[in-house]
Nanobody, 122 residues
Framework: QVQLVESGGGLVQAGGSLRLSCVASGRTFGNYVMGWFRQTPGKEREFVAARSWRPSTYYADSVKGRFTISRDNAKNTVDLQMNSLKPEDTAVYYC????????????????WGQGTQVTVSS
């Protein structure tokens, strides 16, 4: 079992920045691909970014060049630095863990955090 706890969401104006953090506990953190998804009402949860243990990073096209994912295996943390935020980035952001394999499909995620709200005002 892996427990994920996010923090760092909030309200920011367009063009601003936020940093989300996720702390993992439980099974061996290094065996998991860690990532972030987001969801708005009435829509499916969508992939945002992922980072494997190699390390390799993956980003949705909509956030490339603006968001940066990082992980610290010693601290069991994965962070998402979000810059140049846009109103369309408004969503609940979820930390996600998938054992060994990178996926952009929310149905294939093994563990989820509880989510943190990010609101970008125009």
């Amino acid at each position: 079992q892996v427990q994920l706890v996010e923090s760092g969401g909030g309200l920011v104006q367009a063009g601003g920045s936020l940093r989300l953090s996720c702390v993992a506990s439980g099974r061996t953190f290094g065996n998991y691909v860690m990532g972030w998804f987001r969801q708005t009402p009435g829509k499916e949860r969508e992939f945002v970014a992922a980072r494997s243990w190699r390390p390799s990073t993956y980003y949705a096209d909509s956030v490339k060049g603006r968001f940066t994912i990082s992980r610290d295996n010693a601290k069991n943390t994965v962070d998402l630095q979000m810059n140049s935020l846009k109103p369309e980035d408004t969503a609940v952001y979820y930390c996600a863990a998938r054992r060994l394999v990178v996926t952009t499909n929310y149905n294939e995620i093994d563990y989820w955090g509880q989510g943190t709200q990010v609101t970008v005002s125009s």
